[in-house]
Every structure is written in structure tokens, then in C-alpha cells.
């Protein structure tokens, strides 16, 4: 194809007698990048290799592994990742976060309050949690060591609902592998002798 051919004689002479070096392949990515940004449509986008591996990879953070909404009191956890610091130390969805590094987070910003939560790994945070979110519930100080923490695809706990235990199985998204995830927990739930199983696809 002789258009074909144009564009990768451009490269090769671009590369070759350029003032300073270029990479043959990186010529090649914005060449695509051109080709695909000329379609001007917003949902199109060219991704790099490294970009690629980027995207399809679980978001990953150094931390104690929860997701966290943030109350006037301090932060309220939503969610506690399977085999996660938070999890092997115990921590529960719905309790509330009121200090951290022995600092009250009443009246810290939420990016405040989770900056002293997270931190480099294998550095200890020492946290106060409280056992409810409405200000009545009994207090505790846990010591977590903080790890790189790669968000789960599943995610599982159990609760009590009317007297009624039961797993809860949170799915993130529809990908590779994630049915093996989800057996897993589930599993883990029947384990713990739950009287039901609720999935949350979100």
C-alpha cells in the first residue's frame, strides 16, 4: 500500500536525520495517536502500550485498603478490602474513623483526614475507631501497617439485618477472573455461617 509506505518512510527519515534522537516507536504512537485524534470523536482514544497496561491494571495505592465517605465527625467506612491491612485488622463497614496519627479528623477536609491515613509501606498509623457512625458507639485504637493496596475487583463482608446475618458481595466490574473472585467470597461467607448471600453489582 503506498500510503503505507509514505508514512513509514516519514518515520524512518524523521528518526534518522532529526536533530536529536526519536524513537522509532514513538514516532509510530503519535503517528496512531494523529490518525485516531482526526476521527474528532471524544470517545476514541489511542492508548500506548505502557498506557494500556496502565488501564487494564487494578488502581493501586499505598494505604490500609478501604473506601471511606466523609462525616462532620471524621470518615465513615464504606467498604473494607478483602485480605487488606484494614481487613486483618478487623475494621468493618460502617464504623467511624474519628482520629488518625493521633490527630482528630473532626473538622479536617476529607484529602486531610485520608492524608494521614495513607503513607509509605510498612509504616504503622494508629487509628480511633468508632463502632457506629452516630456518635454513641464504643471506641477503640487500632495500629495498622500500611501496604501498597491494589483495589479488589470483589469484595465481601458480612452484616446483621433484623437479627439476620448475612454476606454482602460487591462486585466493581465485569473482567477477567472475576468469577473466581466472586466464588471465593462467597464462599468465605458461607464459612462464617451467613442465612444469606446479597450481591451488590455496581
Known amino acids: 500500500n503506498h500510503s503505507t509506505l509514505v508514512v ?56 490500609i485498603g478501604v473506601v471511606v465517605n466523609p462525616v462532620k465527625r471524621g470518615l465513615v467506612i464504606a467498604r473494607v478490602f478483602d485480605s487488606s491491612p484494614a481487613s486483618r485488622a478487623g475494621l468493618k463497614a460502617g464504623e467511624l474513623i474519628i482520629a488518625a496519627a493521633g490527630r482528630k479528623l473532626s473538622g479536617l477536609s476529607s484529602d486531610a483526614s485520608t492524608s494521614l491515613i495513607r503513607g509509605q509501606p510498612g509504616t504503622d498509623v494508629l487509628l480511633r475507631i468508632e463502632s457506629g457512625a452516630s456518635g454513641h458507639g464504643q471506641t477503640r485504637n487500632v495500629k495498622i501497617t500500611r ?34 473472585e466472586v466464588r471465593e467470597a462467597v464462599e468465605r461467607q458461607l464459612h462464617e455461617k451467613v442465612r444469606g448471600i446479597v450481591f451488590d453489582l455496581d
Not at 19 to 30: C, E, H, M, N, Q
Not at 157 to 169: E, N, P
Open 147 to 180: 501496604a501498597t493496596v491494589s483495589e479488589p475487583v470483589v469484595a465481601s463482608a458480612s452484616q446483621t439485618v433484623d437479627s439476620l446475618k448475612l454476606g454482602v458481595v460487591a462486585l466493581a466490574e465485569f473482567s477477567p477472573g472475576a468469577h473466581g
Open 8 to 63: 513509514d518512510e516519514a518515520i524512518e527519515r524523521v528518526a534518522r536525520d532529526y536533530y536529536r534522537p526519536i524513537g522509532v516507536s514513538k514516532l509510530s504512537d503519535a503517528s496512531i495517536t494523529g490518525v485516531v485524534k482526526s476521527l474528532g470523536d471524544r470517545f476514541s482514544h489511542y492508548l500506548t502500550a505502557s498506557e494500556f497496561n496502565e488501564f487494564n491494571s487494578p488502581p493501586h495505592f499505598a494505604g
